[in-house]
């Protein structure tokens, strides 16, 4: 979770991949967090977990109920009539859906002539 703050931090976006179950389908706004029961009278087929690859953008820390909830801010790639206008919210320090599993970093080297 930290290193991922930092490169947040230092470098910006990175790009994860992470397990999308069937319920990731239906996200309309707020913390994402997977709920084995919404999907539990799907047939096995539906409910079979897949990886997807998104941007997380950064991170930050929402109030439900009275509890605080640590979520990254992710970008997705099904359009702004997906989720958050094309982005979500997701748990973040559990590896929900194994998302901060796969996250990559890139750093552009230039020469000092702009090259």
Known sequence: EEEIMRELYFNGPVQATFRVNADFFLYKSGVYHHIESLTAGLPQA??????????????????VDGKSIKYWLCANSWGEEWGENGYFRIVRGQDECSIEMFVVGVWAHTETNGF
């Open 46 to 63: 539906f409910r079979q977990q897949d990886w997807h690859s998104i941007r997380i953008l950064g991170w930050g820390t929402d109030v």
